[in-house]
């Protein structure tokens, strides 16, 4: 059923909100392989952002690629959707941050003394 995704993108900001709260955020646009927010991203109506921040606090993955490789951060930047652009930018950075660290706490533990 790939009409709550058009919801979340189109509806005024009440509805796409009840229906984000109520999707399983495992679910997938199957044309595109996107997630909820993906269409979050894609949103040029107001609440972009506060859609984006519940996806992200129900367990979408922000770094999710569709089919074509792309990320919500891609989209959201190609519609100017400059406050999920940030959002989403912010937890690509402490993302990339924690993989780092990771990186050099496992370095550590092999060097020898």
């Known amino acids: 059923m790939e009409a709550p995704f058009f919801t979340v993108r189109d509806a005024n900001l009440a509805t796409a909100r009840s229906t984000v ?3 399983n955020m495992a679910s997938l646009y ?5 997630t909820y927010l993906f269409f979050c991203a894609n949103r040029v109506r107001e609440g972009g952002l506060e859609l984006a921040q519940i996806c992200v606090a129900r ?6 690629q569709d089919r074509n490789g792309q990320t919500a951060l891609f989209y959201a930047a190609g ?16 993302a990339r941050y924690e993989a780092v660290a990771a990186q050099e706490d496992e370095s550590e533990a092999h060097r020898c003394p």
């Not at 199957?30 to 996107?34: G, I, M, R, S, T």
């Not at 367990?59 to 999710?64: E, L």
Request: hydrophobic share 50%; charged share 20%.
């Open 21 to 23: 709260l109520k999707a």
């Open 30 to 34: 199957d044309a595109l392989q996107q």
């Open 59 to 64: 367990g979408v993955d922000f770094a999710a």
């Open 79 to 94: 519609c100017g959707n400059l406050e999920v652009v940030r959002y989403l930018a912010t937890w690509h950075r402490l």
